[in-house]
């Protein structure tokens, strides 16, 4: 069994180490001087140290732990330049919010275009402690429609249920990709964790009932319009 453990172990570290070089990669397309960040960083880290090692006379302790001190200062700002790296090639790109909803890990329920119209303005929808939030990607103007529309959908089965909505963008009254999260996370805390849940399966049952209404055979009727608003809505 032991040996077994040791092979998978190995087996992961060279998928691990060619991620941190792809993500390296990937960051300094974006951020040219990263190199030399993260070496001024390691090397400044581990002198400061050192340093302090030899004025209370412990050179060889200190020396030891300002290298692994070092590194884990090292890998903290790697960390921060990457994900600024990855918000900056992201932003503006369809779909770009909907990646950052699904990394998140603190309680939040995420669906992904729960309405989008025949412009490609989409709606997703994460539910937490905070309440629902819906996120707009898309013109502001025409994700008011959308997302009001949303609203009063939901509004049948959790009208006690606080919604916000955040519109994302660089324009007045956005929030930008790289804040998109924080500014959920800022939400007021109304809900338990399984109210959370409850309320998810109440919207996801919506959905499904939704998706699953007969719709008329034939041909349509003169006169009838397709309704405005959302063109196409999805539960899961």
């Known amino acids: 069994m032991a040996r077994k453990e040791k092979k998978e172990q190995d087996s992961e570290n060279p998928g691990r180490l060619k991620q941190i070089a792809l993500t390296y990669k990937m960051t300094r397309r974006a951020d040219r001087w990263i190199g030399w ?49 990855a918000f900056s090639q992201m932003e503006g790109q369809p779909g770009a919010a909907a990646a950052v909803l699904e990394n ?16 490609q303005d989409v709606v997703h929808r994460a539910v937490g402690k905070c309440g629902v939030v819906l996120v707009g990607e898309g013109n502001p103007n025409r994700l008011k429609t959308l997302i009001a529309a949303e609203k009063r959908r939901m509004n049948r089965v959790v009208s006690d249920v606080p919604v916000h909505d955040v519109f994302v963008g660089k324009g007045e009254g956005q929030v930008e990709l790289k804040k998109l999260r924080s500014t959920i996370l800022k939400f007021p805390r109304v809900l338990s964790g399984p109210r959370v849940t409850e309320v ?37």
């Open 200 to 236: 998810n399966d109440r919207l996801r049952a919506m959905g499904d009932l939704m998706s699953n209404m007969p719709l008329p055979k034939g041909p349509m009727p003169k006169g009838m319009r397709l309704p405005k608003g959302n063109v196409q809505r999805r539960g899961r």
């Open 37 to 85: 960040i993260l070496s001024a960083v390691g090397l400044g880290t581990f002198a400061v140290v050192l340093g302090i090692g030899f004025l209370l006379g412990h050179p060889i302790y200190l020396g030891i732990l300002g290298f692994l001190v070092a590194l884990l200062t090292t890998a903290i700002v790697f960390g921060r330049r990457a994900e600024r790296a």
């Open 104 to 119: 998140m890990r603190r309680g939040i329920v995420f669906t992904p275009a729960v309405a989008i119209n025949k412009n």
